[in-house]
């Protein structure tokens, strides 16, 4: 039987953490990118450069050391603050909310580019046909603006999603028992590196397949009354 | 008081739309300089002018899809009140106030901006069912009716992109007309159309002037002016140059700019 010297099931807890931790980061960052996008295409000064500082930076930095200095640094600052507010014992962060929150942080930054160009994309007169029959600035957002726009958005936001899968793979060093992270403990008693990365590399592999033709799926869905190019 | 408006209280003809002295600029731009038009109810008011004179952004303030930097708008018995922010744009004081007076006056865009992604029977229905919250089936029953009225409720079930740009703005017109409105604006409907459509889209448009609609309607059709209008204005640089009924000024236009711009058109 398929037992990987007694590994496999370690190991797809693992698998789960990760599918976990990617699905978890993805609803941060599609609302923290919704957010930066309308933020970064408001009338108001200070949201726009908020927004701005918001993902120059995260798109300026490596993940890795992003997620160190969020991971340590975060962790400090929780108990320099819990110290001051009077709290005596030591704050553990949880590693799966602190690495949901990392990822989910730094590609916020990177879909908030995305869903602007998308909203840019959509026509003016698309939106102003859906004021000038009296809906609100909420249904006009709802039932136009994002139906419309989420064609324009799919191509780099699976892109985004892709590389963000692979970038869970990150969260090994910050201690949380990703898929990768088992492997390696795995490997390490066994001695045997090249079986069990190529096992977790495999899993990767279905999860971006899985999630290509998804994709393809949903471009299609949401290409319905354009005109092919 | 003008004198439109007093003709109107003589006549005892209720106003549907008045603006007096609208007033617009586009940065350093005046697009409109202090003009003042009105609408009775089961008019047809056209307005006509060269590009850049005003016409499309007198209608577009009058939904607010541009707001103006000074007028008085009157839609109905509602005049809705503009207010000054703090660091100077001029803003409609209620915006719910805007959205209803919306819902009243439906427009119809020259670049038809049917939404691309419902079939034209959801994009008919869309605006009842949302705006004026009536029942889906109450909708669909109106849709028929109105796409039936406008040759097309066969396309129903298609999406904009597979019509052609006469289907389009007709299929825009039923979705104007669906929202039952207190007056229809027109804001160049046949400039995007290729020459052999403009005469569907003018038929229905003739249909619907006939059954008493007030309508706006800027054109270049001067044809359409002439025969359907009950109203002319002809705009020059963001003011009014002439303004009648089309059989008086067309025939003895008063203003040399107005009959430039008639001798111009008629060689094309």
Not at chain 2, 184 to 198: G, K, R
Request: with cysteine.
């Amino acid at each position: 039987m398929f037992t990987l010297y007694g590994y496999f099931d370690s190991i797809m807890e693992g698998t789960w953490v990760t599918l976990n931790l990617a699905l978890s980061s993805l609803g941060v960052a599609v609302l923290l990118g919704i957010l930066g996008a309308l933020g970064k295409l408001s009338n108001s000064r200070p949201l726009r450069s908020i927004t701005l500082a918001y993902t120059t930076i995260i798109r300026g930095i490596p993940d890795l050391v992003l997620m160190l200095l969020i991971f340590y640094g975060g962790q400090m600052l929780v108990n320099n603050l819990a110290f001051a507010l009077g709290y005596e014992e030591y704050v553990d962060i949880n590693p799966f909310i602190a690495g949901v929150g990392t990822i989910g942080f730094i590609f916020g930054a990177y879909m908030a580019e995305t869903f602007r160009g998308a909203i840019m994309a959509v026509s003016k007169g698309q939106l102003e046909a859906g004021a000038s029959f009296g809906m609100t600035r909420l249904q006009v957002f709802i039932r136009i603006l994002v139906p419309q726009m989420i064609r324009y958005a799919l191509p780099s936001f699976g892109n985004n999603w892709l590389v963000m899968i692979k970038a869970t793979a990150i969260v090994s060093v910050i201690g949380l028992d990703d898929m990768v992270r088992k492997a390696g403990i795995a490997a390490g008693a066994t001695r045997k590196p090249f079986t069990f990365y190529l096992f977790v590399a495999f899993n990767y592999l279905i999860f971006t397949t899985v999630s290509t033709y998804i994709l393809a799926w949903a471009e299609r869905r949401y290409s319905i009354g354009e005109r092919r190019a | 008081m003008k004198k439109d408006t007093i003709k109107a209280l003589m006549s005892n003809q209720a106003i549907a739309i008045s603006v007096e002295d609208l007033h617009k600029s586009f940065g350093n731009l005046e697009v409109l300089k202090g003009v003042s038009i009105s609408a009775n109810k089961g008019e047809v008011v056209s307005m006509l002018g060269s590009s850049g004179s005003g016409k499309s952004t007198i209608l577009r303030c009058l939904t607010f899809l541009d707001v103006p930097d000074k007028g008085k708008i009157v839609v109905g018995d509602e005049e809705i009140h503009l207010k000054t922010k703090r660091n100077g744009m001029v803003v409609p004081r209620d915006h719910k106030q805007v959205e209803r007076v919306r819902s009243k006056l439906s427009m119809i865009f020259q670049q038809f901006n049917l939404w691309s992604h419902m079939t034209i029977q959801d994009n008919v229905i869309e605006a009842p069912v949302h705006v004026l919250k009536q029942t889906k089936k109450e909708a669909r029953e109106k849709a028929r009716f109105y796409l039936d009225k406008v040759g097309i409720y066969d396309k129903k079930d298609a999406y904009p992109s597979h019509l052609s740009g006469g289907q389009q703005q007709r299929a825009a017109i039923a979705r104007a007309l669906a929202m039952e409105p207190e007056a229809m604006l027109f804001d160049e409907p046949t400039s995007a159309l290729d020459p052999e459509l403009v005469g569907e889209v003018l038929k229905v448009m003739h249909d619907l002037a006939e059954e008493g609609r007030t309508m706006i309607v800027v054109t270049h059709e001067i044809g359409f002016a002439k025969e359907v209008s009950s109203k002319t204005i002809f705009l020059n640089e963001g003011r009014i140059e002439e303004e009648g009924p089309p059989k008086e000024i067309f025939e003895n236009p008063k203003s040399e700019r107005f009959r430039q711009f008639l001798a111009s058109s008629y060689e094309t």
